[in-house]
C-alpha cells in the first residue's frame, strides 16, 4: 500500500551517502583546487595598480570576486548533483478538477 511505500522510500533515503558522497566530495575538492588556481592567476597576472586603486586594493578584490564565482559554481553543481541522486522516476499528478 501507499505506507508501506512511504516507508520504503524513506528508508532508501536514509542509507544514502548524502553530503558525504563520493562524487559530491571530489568534485568539492575540485572546485576548491580551482578556485586556489584562479586566486594565484589573478594575484600575479589579472590585479594591476591604477589611478583609482592600489595593487593591494585590486588583488583583494580580485579574490573576493574569484571565490565568489567558485562558491556559487559549486553551489548550482553540488545542487545538479544531488538532484540526480535521488531522481525522480514517476512523478504522481493530482487531478484538477475545474
Partial sequence: SSVSTFYLRLFCFCNMAGFLDQGLVTGTIVY?????VASAFTATCVAKETKNMSKGEAVKLS???VW???VCMWL???WTYM????PLIAPIH????W
Fill in 63 to 65: 579574490l573576493i570576486l
Fill in 76 to 78: 548550482f553543481w553540488a
Fill in 94 to 97: 493530482k487531478k484538477i478538477v
Fill in 32 to 36: 576548491f583546487i580551482l578556485g586556489l
Fill in 83 to 86: 538532484h540526480q541522486m535521488v
Fill in 68 to 70: 565568489l564565482a567558485v
